[in-house]
């Protein structure tokens, strides 16, 4: 067989995740060309274009892509592939890539592998270049003429012909020739045509045969059929009919040969495809990522293993539901509307959220990817689970939510320890204050009345009665004077926790009475009554007698110093829940509500009674550290109907021992 050499060429496909794509590269395939397909977001930078007999670009390719290849290729070696007439959107986006490119040649999905063939053949001009390809003929007749005659008109043709007399003859002739076709006359001296062809086809297994006779009747056809004989041609043969039936018998053997070289490539190609098709199924069935196919309006596809994993459902089950319905709500119209308006890249990613019957919503993000599915579109993701990256991303808001708060409260803490100091300054402040007026005042009245009785001795006009009411003055001042520093004594004392406690039982009606009498010239004085209704039987409670009865006193002091003469005081016990309680209730003028706990402070005395009234601010406070000393409670409460109501709760027992190591 003698052919020429065939150019083989080199064909660029650029992809957009195209079926129509993959149709064109097999089929140029078929056709012996050599074809590179690449997606176009994987087109590398650097490519030499000029190696490329033909581009092709598919449909989805982004205008931007095509323009930069506009640039590198002749517009005369473009080829385009269009999306399906139905997809108006792919179709308003093609038609850019038409304008870019008016003179490439384009291919629709509609076009039968056949028609495409054809319109590759002539695009690439894949016979111009080609030498006619023709057989080589064995011809054998044992009548000279004849076979100068026939051989004649083959070589005419330009058909390369040997000629053979005999059997033997054509057998040692054909040494070193391919032979294609046997032209043979049925008699031969030595034999039949049948046997030459016999012995023809040990060598060269493709050749084939045509006969002729002037005697069709003694040709077994069935036997020559059997054979493999095409044709039988009798005698007389002329010229026209001997070229009719070897270019026939040849067109048949060369398409004979073609299909089957057509077939083998086939094969390899369809071989090449299975293996890849099977390398891809093994990883989208076994790859850890959840993968699904769908289509616009949500409903499934396909699924991998891990898809089925993620969902908890089977491949089946996946089958029949809607991506929209697996997720959220939120998720389902967050992918709507991306879908709705995709890119030209065709792609986009966003969080979503799969709902779980028996625990939290699992976050997933998913990459989505719209591709040519059997000519229709759809879309393909691929979901991954993010649960422990949400679950950082909490304990670090959490961590930074603690950290902020942790910075507020110190913020506030420094604050509160600022307010405390510039309470505290203040309350010092006002302390120095009233202590200088509250010393100086009996102070001054000391000097004052024993100037006076000096210059009265001096004068020796002075009457005892004179002298009495100085020095009553004086003594009074000065119990006045003592009480001042007798209460700074006892504070500093509980302040550095060495204040004699000795709690041991006692009735607490007799302490209560005995408070009650120490005030009572104050009360005559001031005509103020004060009324308590002791327990008939004894009131036992373990307390220091001495702090209870300063305790009563300072509190029967406060109420007398702030009551209105004809007014009257209460003091009521009662014992609840193996405590004692203990109210001593006034009609005074009371204390504003926002300062009912703050009254209990060193150095604080009310907004309504630390104006022309004296005091230190101390006596409360004393009152508190004594409470606190016998593990109970004091606090001030404002009546309905006006005045102040001090209540005191007191343990009935108080654990000797415990009470002395603590104060030790």
Known sequence: MKSGVK?????????????????????????????????????????????????????????ATASFLVTQVSQERFLLLAPKVENNEQLSSFSDLNRLMPNALVIYPFFANKEISTLLENVLELGSDSVLVLPTVLLVDHIPQRLEKIANSLLGAHIKTITANSISSA?????????????????????????????????????????FTSKPNQVSMIEAIRQGVEDVLVKPINENMILQSVHKLWQTELLRRHNTELVERLQDTVDALIEKDSLLRVIYKHTPDAIMLFERNGEVIEANDACSKLFRLSAKALKSSSIFTLLDATSAEQIK?????????????????????????????????????????????????????????????????????????????????????????????????????????????????ARFGLDKLGRGDISVEKLQKYLSRIECSGERLLSLLNNLLDLSKLDVGKFPFNPRP?????????????????????????????????????????QINQLLRNILGNALKFSEPQSCIEVVLIKQHEQAIIEVIDSGIGIPDDELEHVFSKFVQSSKTNNGAGGTGLGLALCREFVSLHKGLISAH??????????ITLPLEIKTAATQEEIT
Do not use: W
Request: overall charge negative; some cysteine; aromatic content about 6%.
């Open 7 to 63: 150019a083989v060429r080199k064909i660029l496909i650029v992809d957009s995740n195209s079926i129509l794509a993959m149709r064109i590269k097999v089929l140029l395939e078929l056709i012996g060309c050599e074809v590179e397909l690449i997606h176009f977001s994987m087109l590398p930078e650097c490519i030499a274009f000029n190696n490329y007999d033909l581009v092709t670009i598919a449909h989805g390719v982004p205008v």
């Open 171 to 211: 057998v040692s002739k054909t040494q070193g020739h391919e032979i294609d076709l046997l032209l043979s006359d049925f008699s031969l001296p030595d034999g039949s045509g049948l046997e030459v062809f016999a012995a023809l086809k040990v060598l060269y297994p493709q050749c084939r045969c045509l006969l």
């Open 337 to 449: 509307e991306k879908i709705a308006t995709l890119n030209k890249n065709r792609q986009f990613s966003c969080d979503v959220y799969l709902p779980m019957e028996d625990e939290d919503t699992i976050p997933l993000v998913g990459s989505f990817n719209e591709i040519d599915h059997h000519d229709d579109i759809a879309l393909a993701v691929i979901f991954k689970n993010v649960t422990h990256l949400k679950l950082k991303e909490e304990l670090l808001l959490e961590a930074k939510d603690m950290l902020e708060e942790q910075v507020c409260a110190r913020t506030s803490q420094l604050e509160d320890a600022k307010n405390v100091a510039e309470a505290a300054n203040h309350s010092k402040s006002e302390f120095l204050a009233n202590m200088s007026h509250e010393l100086r005042t009996p102070m001054h009245s000391i000097l004052s009345f």
């Open 506 to 546: 006692h009735n607490l009606n007799n302490i209560i009475k005995t408070s009650i009498d120490d005030v009572l010239g104050t009360a005559l004085e001031k005509e103020v009554e004060v009324k308590y209704l002791p327990q008939k039987s004894p009131f036992i409670i373990d307390c220091d007698e001495e």
């Open 638 to 647: 404002n009546n309905s109907s006006g005045g102040t109501t001090i209540r």
